[in-house]
């Protein structure tokens, strides 16, 4: 599904685990029923945002992979 997000209105967010090469994601806040994802070193690229129920999905599924103590 393809619809406008104002990426004006999201604050991004980057992982304290992210490492200082500079290979991250970063997650908005701010965009009503998704949750918008970008590459972190193209700022003004492309963004990828899906259902707040997909991203806790993914998000669950890393959690679980996890080594112990992550």
Excluded: I
Excluded at 12 to 23: Q, R
Excluded at 31 to 51: L, Q, W
């Amino acid at each position: 599904m393809n619809f406008p997000l104002v990426v004006a209105d999201v604050t991004w967010h980057k992982s304290s685990y992210s490492n200082a090469g500079g290979n991250c994601v970063e997650v908005g806040r701010g965009a009503p029923g998704v949750v918008p994802f970008r590459d972190s070193k193209v700022e003004g690229g492309p963004v990828v945002a899906v259902g707040t129920a997909t991203w806790s999905a993914f998000v669950g599924g890393v959690r679980a992979q996890a080594p112990a103590g992550a």
